[in-house]
């Protein structure tokens, strides 16, 4: 009768073994499938690296899911620059550079919904086709931001207006890797 019970209590305690076991195969599964969208990118580790950190919100990582998730997060990014700018617009001293503040704060507007249309596109299951362009013009928006503020003369410019360090610079390139990134997965 003993024995008899040490080997259910032996079968018992492999299933429940079997059964904690971790599940490494769908998170390999979406690794890879993370790594061959990325290859379709510009910067396949920007690509991978700000996927991977985001993926386990994701239960499928098909290059609409990823996309997504990509453009939610420069969404965010366009957000706080948007924040950051708001914030400092009204103190800073230079009139130059509020202008040029001026500028972003349209660019990251324009960025900012058209994030949300593609995120409402792909969240609806709707036709995505416009949303590469989409991408690469919000990637645009965030290189026109940094370009304000590196202005060179040119022979045209009557009120010339000196280049000036952005604050921005480090968002705008955020920005502009993952809708760049965004646009690569779907093309």
Request: glycine content about 2%; overall charge positive; charged content about 25%.
């Amino acid at each position: 009768m003993a024995s008899r019970s040490v080997f259910v209590f032996t079968i018992l305690l492999s299933l429940v073994l079997v059964s904690c076991r971790p599940t490494g195969s769908s998170n390999t599964a979406k690794k890879m499938m993370i790594r061959k969208a990325c290859r379709k990118t510009n910067d396949f580790r920007f690509c991978v690296s700000t996927l991977l950190k985001s993926y386990q919100r994701s239960t499928a990582a098909d290059p609409k899911a990823l996309t997504r998730i990509l453009a939610e997060r420069a969404l965010s990014k366009v957000d706080e620059a948007s924040a950051y700018v708001e914030k400092v617009f009204y103190y800073h001293p230079d009139m130059v550079v509020k202008e040029y503040l001026a500028l972003c704060l349209d660019d990251y507007a324009q960025a900012a919904q058209k994030l949300r249309q593609i995120g409402d596109t792909l969240a609806s299951g709707g036709d995505y086709k416009e949303a590469p362009k989409l991408l690469r013009e919000i990637a645009s928006h965030a290189t026109d931001c940094q370009e304000a503020f590196e202005r060179k003369k040119s022979q045209s410019e009557l009120n010339y207006r000196p280049p000036r360090p952005c604050p921005l610079s480090r968002q705008n390139k955020i920005i502009q890797l993952m809708a760049e990134a965004a646009a690569g997965l779907l093309a």
